[in-house]
């Protein structure tokens, strides 16, 4: 089954950064919008961030507006999620995941996924 592999999670102290991965080795990702979501322990999953895949028009969660930047190498066939001044609250799995459009910020028709990659912040 085709899926994407994301990396770059750890444990990093508030305050910190981080630059999540996202790469599809069988299939091209140009063609697709891409989502970020992340899902903490005990809570739903929910969606962080969305490129689209025609203009590049970038979408954020309220919560990391400002903290989180997504952007896209098509030439590496990667998706990346930068993250700055890292919370306590941003602790999750993070997830990318391609599919057909973004809806704000959500991912939408949701066709291939991550197995994710765990992000913890703390001191």
């Known amino acids: 089954q085709l899926q994407l592999v994301e990396s770059g999670g750890g444990l990093v102290q508030p305050g910190g950064s981080l630059r999540l991965s996202c790469a599809a080795s069988?299939?091209?990702?140009?063609?697709?919008?891409i989502g970020w979501f992340r899902q903490a322990p005990g809570k739903e999953r929910e969606g962080v961030s969305c490129i689209s895949s025609d203009d590049g028009s970038t979408y954020y969660t309220d919560s990391v507006k400002g903290r989180f930047t997504i952007s896209r190498d098509n030439a590496k066939n990667t998706v990346y999620l930068q993250m700055n001044s890292l919370k306590p609250e941003d602790t999750a799995v993070y997830y990318c995941a391609a599919g057909s459009y973004c809806s704000g910020y959500v991912l939408y028709g949701r066709h291939y996924w991550g197995q994710g990659t765990q992000v913890t912040v703390s001191s």
């Open positions: 069988v299939f091209t990702l140009d063609y697709y919008a």
